[in-house]
C-alpha cells in the first residue's frame, strides 16, 4: 500500500485518464461546441505552430513581461520605501488601500481612453494591478526583519542604504516572492482580459475571436494554449523563487 | 474613501488603548496625541492633498481632458443616488459575486476536506489540481459565452470556478495542520468521525476558511466585473464600458470609484465578521504562545 503511495507515477494516472477519456469520448464527435481532441489539436498545430506565433503569442508574452517586470521593480522599491519611514506609510495608507482595492479590470476603460488600444495601455495596466501585492509583501518583509538581524546590523554601523539593501531586502525576500507570484496570475489574467477587450493582436484577442466567428477548433485550441501557458508560467516562477532562496530553504530545514 | 481608512484604523487601536493603561496619565495624553497625529491627520490631509492635486492638474489642463476632476466625478456620483440604474448594476454585480462566491466555497471546503483527510485521494489529484489552479478562469470564458450566452449563469459559473482554488487550497492547508496528537487523544476517547470534525477539524480550519474567504471574495468581485465587461452581461462591468462608448467620462470614473469602495466595504464586513466569530481563537494562541 506504502509502496503504491509513494509512486510517483501516481499523480499522473489522472491526467494520463483525464486525456485518455477526452480523446476516446470525443473522438468522431459532431457536436458544433464539443469538437474532437483531435480536431483541436490539429488546430492547435495550424494555429500556434507556428502562423501565429511571431504575431500573437510573442506580443502577448513580451507584455506580460513588461509589465510584471515593472511592477516588480516598483512595487519592491515603493514598499522599501512605505516600509521604513512609517509617516510616509501613514500618509499613503488610504490612497494605496483605496488604489489595491478598485478591481484592475475595471481600469481597462480608463486605460484605453488614456492610451489607446496598443502597447502602452496593456503594459501600464499590468504594472498597475502587479504593483500592489508586491509593495504591500515588501513592507510588511522588511518591517518584520528579526530584531537581532537589526540589532547587528546597527552595531556594524551599516548605513541606513547598506541596512535596506544588504539586511533588510534579503530578509524579506521569501515574502516579496509570495507576493511576486500573486503577481504573476494577476499579470497573466490581465493580460488576456485586455486582449479580449480591445485589442489587435494576442491570443486572447485570436481566441475570443475564434468564438465570435465560430470557429470551435481555434477557440478550443487557444483554451488549451493559455491553460499550459498558465502553468508554465508558475512552474518556471516556482522554479526561480527556489533558486533564489536556497539559502532561505536551507535555513529552515537546519532548525 | 476617510470614512473606511478611518474604520480600519479604529480596530487597529483598540489593543493599544489597552497597553497605555500601564502609563502613568500626562505622557498618554501626549502619546495618544502624537498617535493622533499619525494615524488621522497625515493620511487625511495627504489624501485631501492628492485630491486637489488631481484637480488642479485637470483645471490646469496638465492632464488630458479624459481625466475628469473628481468634484465632476462626486457630483456625478451624488445625481446617481435618485437614479435607480446604477443600483441595479451594483446589484447584478453582487448578485454574481454572492451566488458564485456560495457555490464555489461549497465545492471548494467539500474537495479540500476530502483532499487534506484521504492521502491517497491527494496523491492522485495533486498533480492535476497543481496544473489547473493557475490557469485564470478567464480562459474558459469563451465556451462558457457559447454555451450559456452572455447571461448571468455565465457569470456566476465563472466566478464559482476561480472561488474553488482559494476555498480548497485553504481547507486543505487547514486540514493538514490539526494537531495529530489531537486527533490520536480523540480516538482514546472514543470520539466519532462526525464528533470529531465538530470539535477538532472545524475549530482548527476555521481561521484558514477566514483567510480564503476575504480572498474569495475580492477575487468574486474581480471576476464578475472581468465578465461583465468582456461579455456584456448587466452589471457593474457592463455599465462601464455602456458610459465609454457613451464618452461620459466623469461616469467611467465614477463607477470605477464604486467598484473599489464595494470592494473596501465587503472586506471590511469580512474582517469584522472573523474578528467576531474568531476571537477565541485568536486569545487561545496568545496564551500558548
Known amino acids: ?255 | 474613501m476617510t470614512t473606511t481608512a478611518t474604520a480600519r484604523e479604529g480596530g487597529r487601536t483598540q489593543p493599544v488603548k489597552s497597553k497605555n493603561k500601564e502609563h502613568p496619565g500626562s505622557s498618554r495624553r501626549a502619546d495618544n496625541r502624537q498617535r493622533s497625529i499619525r494615524r488621522v491627520l497625515i493620511p487625511t490631509g495627504t489624501t485631501l492633498t492628492l485630491l486637489v492635486l488631481w484637480e488642479v492638474l485637470t483645471r490646469s489642463g496638465v492632464l488630458p481632458a479624459e481625466v475628469s476632476q473628481p468634484t465632476t466625478i462626486f457630483a456625478w456620483l451624488w445625481g446617481q443616488v435618485g437614479e435607480p440604474f446604477l443600483w441595479q448594476s451594483i446589484g447584478h454585480t453582487l448578485q454574481h459575486a454572492a451566488v458564485g462566491l456560495v457555490i464555489g466555497s461549497a465545492i471548494g471546503i467539500v474537495l479540500g476536506l476530502a483532499l487534506g483527510e484521504i492521502l491517497i485521494l491527494r496523491r492522485l489529484l495533486q498533480g492535476t489540481l497543481e496544473f489547473l489552479r493557475p490557469v485564470p478562469v478567464i480562459v474558459y470564458l469563451p465556451l462558457l459565452i457559447l454555451l450559456f450566452g452572455a447571461v448571468a449563469k455565465t457569470a456566476i459559473t465563472l466566478v464559482a470556478v476561480a472561488v474553488v482554488w482559494p476555498m480548497l487550497y485553504q481547507t486543505m492547508y487547514g486540514v493538514r495542520a490539526v494537531d495529530p496528537q489531537l486527533i490520536d487523544a480523540s480516538r482514546m476517547f472514543g470520539l466519532t468521525a462526525r464528533q470529531r470534525m465538530k470539535s477538532i477539524t472545524l475549530p482548527t480550519i476555521a481561521p484558514f476558511l477566514a483567510t480564503g474567504l476575504r480572498i474569495a471574495m475580492s477575487l468574486a468581485l474581480v471576476v464578475s466585473v472581468a465578465i461583465e465587461l468582456i461579455a456584456g452581461v448587466p452589471g457593474l462591468g457592463w455599465t462601464l464600458t455602456q458610459y465609454q462608448t457613451a464618452g461620459n467620462y466623469p461616469a467611467v470614473y465614477g463607477v470605477i470609484m464604486i467598484a473599489g469602495a464595494l470592494s473596501l466595504i465587503l472586506n471590511q464586513l469580512l474582517v469584522r465578521g472573523e474578528r467576531r466569530m474568531l476571537h477565541w481563537h485568536v486569545s487561545y494562541r496568545g496564551i500558548t504562545k
Open chain 1, 1 to 255: 500500500m506504502n509502496t503504491v503511495l509513494r509512486s510517483p507515477f501516481l499523480p499522473l494516472l489522472v491526467p494520463i485518464a483525464i486525456i485518455a477519456t477526452w480523446w476516446f469520448a470525443s473522438a468522431g464527435s459532431t457536436s458544433v461546441f464539443f469538437p474532437s481532441l483531435q480536431d483541436i489539436l490539429i488546430a492547435f498545430q495550424e494555429t500556434w505552430l507556428f502562423a501565429h506565433f511571431w504575431s500573437d503569442i510573442v506580443p502577448s508574452v513580451v507584455r506580460l513581461i513588461a509589465g510584471y517586470i515593472i511592477a516588480c521593480l516598483a512595487g519592491i522599491a515603493v514598499g522599501l520605501l512605505l516600509g521604513r519611514v512609517r509617516s510616509l506609510d501613514a500618509a499613503f495608507q488610504p490612497s494605496v488601500q483605496f488604489a489595491r482595492a478598485i478591481p484592475a479590470v475595471a481600469l481597462i476603460p480608463v486605460a484605453i481612453l488614456l492610451f489607446g488600444i496598443g502597447d502602452v495601455a496593456k503594459i501600464v495596466l499590468i504594472a498597475f494591478c502587479c504593483f500592489f501585492p508586491v509593495l504591500l509583501n515588501t513592507i510588511d518583509g522588511v518591517r518584520n526583519v528579526e530584531s537581532g538581524l537589526e540589532d547587528v546590523s546597527r552595531s556594524f554601523r551599516l548605513t541606513r542604504w547598506q541596512r535596506a539593501v544588504s539586511v533588510q531586502l534579503p530578509s524579506a525576500m521569501p515574502q516579496i516572492f509570495a507576493g511576486m507570484q500573486t503577481s504573476l496570475g494577476f499579470a497573466f489574467i490581465l493580460g488576456i482580459v485586455t486582449e479580449m477587450t480591445g485589442s489587435a493582436n494576442g491570443i486572447g484577442f485570436i481566441t475570443l475571436e475564434a468564438q465570435q466567428s465560430f470557429t470551435i477548433d481555434t477557440m478550443w485550441s487557444g483554451m488549451l494554449l493559455l491553460g499550459i501557458l498558465g502553468s508554465l508560467l508558475n512552474a518556471l516562477f516556482v522554479l526561480i523563487e527556489h533558486r533564489s532562496l536556497r539559502w532561505h530553504y536551507q535555513s529552515k530545514a537546519g532548525h
